[in-house]
């Protein structure tokens, strides 16, 4: 393990070593976080002796924890880091054993946006509601606020679907009839949405003393990454298992990066939840402002655009570069600057939208043809769009300078109907109460 600690600078080593009271590591973009918190878990295991059962690390998305487990397994030499999961991935590990606190079984059924439109669509056609009137979307907004308040879990837990129909029927609302006749289509397959996950397993952790104290005991540390990112019920789940004062707790967060405030996450829970456990343990801040990922011009670049007072202002945090030069694979050739900023204007109203967007297309065109003339290869250009509506104009340009290009969008593999009956064939096998699975499957071509 030294050898490991002597890879890290100071202020990485000190996030690795404080391992007593709550620590809260504010990392910058390319600071090496993941690398702070992969060896702060290695360092768990082989220096403190702690099984990786007993230690829960929170990432926000699949790849980020199939990546950290797969270098922490490299340290380590234990496969076993099944607690190495995103939120929903650990609730439903909760769920999985204790789920029987609500009166579900262990198999009950993750249901995904296929499965929640399908449900609606039931409700829709038995209510005759008028998806015009009231769309899907208004409705999911809708059931995902009453969930995030809590206000399904009765029905879920206690009532009987037979009260739960009659509810149903006898609501004249539009809103909670699409509700409460959501409710009554998931509970017949014991189904669970993304919203049911986290709110089910608070429920359980706040309402089961002995459930809690069992999870408290086992997580013996608790670590989260991008903490900015996470709402006030993730926020009181952590808090429920990380001890008193969030004493083992550790958190890697970063307000400058917050992405996810359309999926509900609140920047301001993390910088109030932040200031509430600053006075728990004021010496636990770990500052990670060196970057190593991005050259002196780049950091320049965005230290002026968010230092500006529209957009962070004196808040932001600067990162001051930390690159070796000498180890970039493949350096920089160019003998302009590495950063241009083009701006297209319109001399009066009434330019076509496709002529000022080939007049763009065009000057990136000609500065991909300059770095080319430099020596860089075709294949090291990419062109991000924010919308591929026009993405046919920068790609006749970029041909029209020699360059073979090819315009590529998102992966659609899960959304095809075939991979999508297989999926729906295994859930009707694992729970044959499934109803809307087994129909999917019957009715298939």
């Not at 979307?137 to 009532?159: F, G, P, T, V, W």
């Not at 809103?175 to 397993?201: R, S």
């Not at 968010?306 to 004196?314: A, H, K, L, R, Y």
Request: hydrophobic share 40%.
């Amino acid at each position: 393990m030294d050898n490991f600690i002597d890879e890290l600078n100071e202020q990485q080593r000190e996030a690795v070593t404080t391992t007593e009271g709550y620590v809260r590591i504010i990392a910058g973009a390319g600071t090496g976080k993941t690398k702070a918190l992969t060896y702060r878990y290695a360092y768990l295991v082989d220096e403190l002796g702690i099984s990786t059962s007993n230690i829960l690390c929170v990432t926000f998305t699949n790849k980020a924890a199939r990546e950290m487990s797969k270098r922490i397994r490299q340290m380590i030499g234990d496969s076993d880091t099944g607690y190495i999961c995103t939120f929903h991935g650990f609730c439903v590990k909760l769920l999985r054993e204790d789920i029987h606190a609500i009166n579900y079984p262990q198999n009950f059924v993750v249901m995904d946006s296929e499965d929640t439109e399908d449900i609606l669509k039931t409700v829709y056609e038995n209510a005759h509601i008028q998806s015009r009137t009231y769309t899907f979307d208004m409705a999911r907004d809708h059931i995902s606020a009453m969930k995030n308040e809590m206000q399904h879990i009765a029905y879920l837990a206690d009532i009987s679907n037979d009260r739960l129909l009659a509810d149903y029927e006898k609501a004249s609302d539009i809103p909670e009839k699409v509700f409460l006749g959501y409710l009554y289509e998931q509970k017949k397959v014991y189904g669970l949405d993304y919203d049911d996950l986290i709110t089910i397993a608070l429920h359980i952790l706040r309402t089961d003393a002995e459930k809690c104290h069992k999870w408290q005991e086992r997580m013996m540390y608790v670590m989260v990454d991008e903490f900015q990112d996470t709402d006030q019920l993730q926020v009181d789940m952590i808090k429920r298992m990380a001890g008193p004062a969030c004493e083992r707790l550790c958190t890697v967060g970063d307000a400058q990066q917050s992405i996810y405030r359309f999926r509900g996450a609140d920047v301001s829970v993390y910088h109030r939840h932040v200031e509430e456990t600053r006075k728990a343990n004021p010496d636990g801040l770990v500052l990670l402002p060196d970057n190593f990922r991005s050259h002196a011009d780049v950091l320049a670049f965005v230290d002026r655009v968010f230092e500006q007072p529209q957009t962070f202002g004196s808040s932001f945090m600067s990162l001051a570069p930390a690159r070796d030069e000498s180890r970039v694979a493949r350096p920089f050739l160019g003998t302009g600057p590495r950063i241009d900023v083009q701006m297209v204007t319109c001399p009066h109203r009434g330019v076509p939208a496709e002529q000022a967007c080939r007049v763009a297309a065009q000057g990136i065109a000609r500065r991909f043809a300059a770095l080319r003339d430099a020596g860089h290869a075709a294949g090291d250009m990419v062109l991000l769009l924010g919308s591929t509506t026009r993405a046919g104009v920068y790609a006749e340009e970029l041909r029209r300078e020699g360059f073979p290009c090819v315009v590529v969008k998102g992966s659609i593999f899960n959304r095809a109907p075939e991979v999508r009956l297989m999926v729906r064939l295994a859930q009707a096998v694992a729970n044959p109460l499934d109803s809307l699975a087994l129909f999917e499957v019957l009715s298939s071509e």
